[in-house]
């Protein structure tokens, strides 16, 4: 069994960045495909990015292509997610998540078998 321990979410202003972090305990999960999800009040959990095993294939939701920057190390068990450009939308529990599955299914969310507690990510207009 893999733990997730999300971490570096907290209150920015509109346009500045955050760097979470996403740290996995137990086995490696150096085979398995790595997501985030986030899910703001009232709203149902979405896609955020996901990267690969080897990290050659990186996946993004449209509403954040081009402001966030998912990748991994592996060597750490640890996962990131770069967020630059934030906008009040982004405000949400942002979720780490891993498994193994189809690259069609990657913005699955019951495609991925562990998940993290979750970070709070607040972007104040």
């Known amino acids: 069994q893999v733990l997730l321990v999300e971490s570096g979410g907290g209150l920015v202003q509109a346009g500045g960045s955050l760097n979470l972090s996403c740290a996995a305990s137990?086995?490696?999960?150096?085979?398995?495909?790595m997501g985030w999800f986030r899910q703001a009040p009232g709203k149902e959990r979405e896609f955020v990015a996901a990267?690969?095993?080897?990290?050659?294939?990186?996946y993004y939701a449209d509403s954040v292509k081009g402001r966030f920057t998912i990748s991994r190390d592996n060597a750490k068990n640890t996962v990131y997610l770069q967020m630059n450009s934030l906008k009040s939308e982004d405000t949400a529990v942002y979720y780490c998540?891993?498994?193994?599955?189809?690259?069609?299914?990657?913005?699955?969310?019951?495609?991925?078998?562990?998940w993290g507690q979750g970070t709070q990510v607040t972007v104040s207009s």
């Open positions: 998540a891993g498994g193994r599955m189809a690259r069609v299914a990657v913005t699955t969310q019951n495609e991925y078998d562990y």
């Open positions: 137990g086995r490696t999960f150096s085979s398995d495909t």
């Open positions: 990267i690969s095993w080897s990290g050659g294939r990186i």
